[in-house]
């Protein structure tokens, strides 16, 4: 079990610029979701994969952004004319099949700063 | 509208002795709840989880109480350990028949454990 992996860890740019992650999930696991969370808070949900079909989206996930799961496997998550409201922490989680008690297990995040 | 709150923001025990950290919600539809620990620069990790017909679930030193009346739940550590700083998130999925599988944190409370 080699954990979900994310990158970049980090990522630097200027407002304005698209700016893209990656999640891999845990190889079994066939749900896939993306948070996003910034200072003192917790977690929130933006959108959530079952293989490759997106399920959910939250109202927080604005125009500005769009996640893929082409194949099933690995996700990206892209954020156009980046803001700075937009710099956060973005987490991704993935899970087994089976009910809403499954729990999410969570990658370390790359952390979005916006100049 | 905050469904899943964490009114401590900070709490710091001696090692040894208990930690009790509390959750409160306001949805009386949720019916699993789950505790995540998270250290910096790391991502959420599973800890442990109850389902709504429990009022009790103890995994080694972690115990979570819930009581439904209330709409309570807290986490008890015991014995605390300096290894335990960290900060807990309470969390909540919709309930079983929703077909939603988004996780509704609480803001943290960070733990601090002093040798």
């Known amino acids: 079990d080699t954990g979900v992996s994310q990158n970049p860890r980090h990522k630097i740019t200027k407002r304005g610029q698209n700016v893209t992650f990656r999640c891999d999930p845990i190889?079994?696991?066939?749900?896939l979701y993306w948070y996003r969370q910034t200072l003192g808070q917790g977690p929130e949900f933006l959108t959530y994969?079952?293989?490759?079909?997106?399920?959910?989206k939250s109202r927080l996930l604005s125009d500005r952004f769009s996640a893929e799961r082409p194949k099933g496997s690995f996700s990206t998550l892209e954020i156009q004319r980046t803001e700075q409201g937009d710099s956060a922490m973005y987490l991704c989680?993935?899970?087994?099949?089976?009910?809403?008690?499954?729990?999410?297990?969570f990658g370390d995040g790359t952390r979005l700063s916006i100049l | 509208d905050q469904q899943v709150k964490q009114n401590s923001p900070s709490l710091s025990v001696q090692e040894g002795r208990i930690s009790i950290l509390n959750c409160d919600y306001t949805?009386?539809?949720?019916?699993?709840f789950l505790w995540y620990k998270k250290y910096p620069a790391e991502g959420p990790t599973f800890l442990i989880s109850?389902?709504?017909?429990?009022d009790k679930n103890e995994d080694g030193r972690f115990t979570v109480f819930l009581n439904k009346s209330a709409k309570h739940l807290s986490l008890h550590i015991v014995p605390s350990q300096p290894g335990d700083s960290a900060v807990y998130f309470c969390?909540?999925?919709?309930?079983?028949?929703?077909?939603?599988?988004?996780?509704?944190f609480g803001k943290g409370t960070k733990l601090s454990v002093i040798p």
């Open positions: 109850i389902s709504s017909i429990k």
């Open positions: 969390a909540a999925p919709p309930y079983s028949g929703a077909g939603s599988y988004q996780l509704t």
């Open positions: 994969f079952q293989n490759e079909a997106q399920l959910e």
């Open positions: 949805n009386s539809m949720f019916d699993y």
């Open positions: 190889s079994e696991h066939n749900r």
């Open positions: 989680a993935s899970s087994p099949r089976g009910g809403s008690n499954q729990p999410q297990h």
